[in-house]
């Protein structure tokens, strides 16, 4: 059970997201405003923070500035406006550990929240990829989780959201079989259609960027990403 503090102005949105934190075992605890957030947030009783950049007083940007200026290592998920391209980059580049855009589905976001806890109470990127928390680098593939940049050896690679949150998987699970269900739960969430090919067609995208030979596939049973 985590300690989870939303900072969210928008009544209906932090209700639906600490109720279904709630029903994940968590604690929630909502702050409707920036300057009770970044109180709550520096007091050292939360283990993550999802954050709003809309908030009346302080916006979310002059919170997370805040919260790291003061030197907390809080993880921090920030919500952002879809098509705000601007706003996430420079809620990543103000050191947010990820982002989640606006509409969301829930289990989308939980299944960040766990990659984020899991990250914390790790102190480490996991199993099959050397790196820190803000880093992952498995098979010549180098994955900066701040500014959200994949490397290759022969430069950047651009990838989308989802490409990279698939491709963030596929890292800190590297060398291991990955289920269709079990990327469908990590990138999509489970209400997403378990019948669709979705993962089928990013995995190729992937292949496309990152190399043929970076991704298995294991008949029968799902994908493999190769050390």
Do not use: C
């Not at 949105?13 to 405003?33: C, M, N, P, W, Y």
């Not at 999802?50 to 919500?79: C, K, M, T, Y």
């Not at 979705?198 to 991704?215: E, N, Q, S």
């Amino acid at each position: 059970m985590a300690r989870i503090l939303i900072v969210e102005d928008e009544e209906r949105i932090a209700s639906f997201v600490a109720k279904g934190l709630r029903a994940e075992g968590h604690q929630a605890t909502v702050a409707a405003d920036g300057a009770t957030g970044l109180d709550h947030a520096l007091s050292g009783e939360f283990d993550l923070v999802v954050l709003d950049i809309g908030l009346p007083g302080l916006d979310g940007f002059e919170v997370l500035d805040q919260l790291r200026a003061q030197g907390s290592r809080v993880p921090v998920i920030v919500l952002t406006a879809r098509d705000s391209v601007k706003d996430t980059v420079t809620a990543l580049e103000s050191g947010a550990d990820d982002y989640m855009p606006k509409p969301f589905r829930f289990a989308e976001l939980n299944a960040r929240v766990r990659l984020r806890l899991r990250h914390a109470t790790a102190g480490s990127a996991g199993d099959g990829a050397i790196g820190t928390l803000d880093a992952l680098e498995a098979g010549g593939v180098r994955l900066d989780l701040r500014t959200r940049r994949a490397t290759l050896a022969e430069g950047e690679v651009e990838l989308s959201a989802r490409e990279f949150a698939l491709a963030e998987i596929f890292l800190r699970n590297a060398g291991q079989v990955l289920s269709r269900e079990q990327l469908l739960d990590h990138v999509w969430g489970l209400d997403f259609d378990p019948g669709s090919n979705v993962v089928d067609v990013y995995v190729g995208y992937l292949r496309k960027k990152l190399g043929a030979a970076a991704i298995s596939t294991v008949r029968g049973m799902g994908y493999r990403f190769d050390r």
